[in-house]
């Protein structure tokens, strides 16, 4: 089955710039999306097809592909960023939708 | 606004039955795809299954195949998800969510189902 690899934890200063990667065969041919999930909360997207924000998101998220990876990028993050991100695909086919095992993001 | 309200977690053995239920308002819910995703106790998030608008393409994970059927009642703008033969490793919080373009927009709360003897 198909999947999605995250690291799975990133650390970074307040200020600092936090990429979080996530790594898949079909990546060039699919979009990437990440949610973010903080401790007992639903999670909330972040970024969609690949590198559009939604609405309300700060501007300090962006996201990017190339080839088989996609980054999330939270430039000079913030303590309130801190959370699990998620990366989600889907396979060749389009049939299968995956996740990726997620990413501990800590800010301090 | 938008609102999912699941329902119909519970505790089960292994091997029984539930019925998963998901309350959209706020939106025109025949029009959108819907997808169940849930979560182990302190692990990922895990997709488990699609459905169209019109409920006739359905899509699962392979864990999940043969044993988790989704289905929609548009006239009551409810999703549900029917669990059957359900294992130790079902435990989870069970999420329903919008799609929009392929990207979740909405999340419900979630309700959570425990599989244990």
């Known amino acids: 089955s198909y999947e999605l690899t995250q690291p799975p934890s990133v650390s970074v200063s307040p200020g600092q710039t936090a990429r979080i990667t996530c790594s898949g065969d079909?990546?060039?041919?699919?979009?990437a999306f990440w949610y973010q999930q903080k401790s007992g909360q639903a999670p909330v997207s972040v970024i969609y097809?690949?590198?559009k924000r939604p609405s309300g998101i700060p501007e300090r998220f962006s996201g990017s592909s190339s080839g088989t990876m996609a980054t999330l990028t939270i430039s000079g993050a913030q303590p309130e960023d801190e959370g699990d991100y998620y990366c989600?695909?889907?396979?060749?086919?389009?049939?299968?939708?995956?996740f990726g095992g997620g990413t501990r993001l800590t800010v301090l | 606004d938008v609102q999912l309200v699941e329902s119909g977690g519970g505790l089960v053995q292994p091997g029984g039955s539930l019925r998963l239920s998901c309350a959209a308002s706020?939106?025109?819910?025949?029009?959108?795809?819907m997808h169940w995703v849930r979560q182990a106790p302190g692990k990922g998030l895990v997709w488990v299954s699609r459905?169209?608008?019109?409920?006739?393409?359905?899509t699962y994970a392979d864990s999940v195949k043969g044993r988790l059927s989704i289905s929609r009642d548009n006239a009551k703008n409810t999703l549900y998800l029917q669990m059957d033969s359900l294992k130790i490793e079902d435990t989870a919080l069970y999420y329903c969510?919008?799609?929009?373009?392929?990207?979740?927009?909405?999340w419900g709360q979630g309700t959570l189902v425990a599989v244990s003897s």
């Open positions: 969510t919008r799609s929009v373009n392929a990207s979740f927009d909405s």
């Open positions: 706020g939106f025109n819910f025949k029009n959108y795809w």
């Open positions: 459905i169209d608008p019109d409920g006739e393409i359905t």
């Open positions: 079909a990546l060039p041919k699919k979009y």
């Open positions: 097809d690949d590198k």
């Open positions: 989600f695909s889907a396979d060749r086919n389009g049939d299968q939708r995956v």
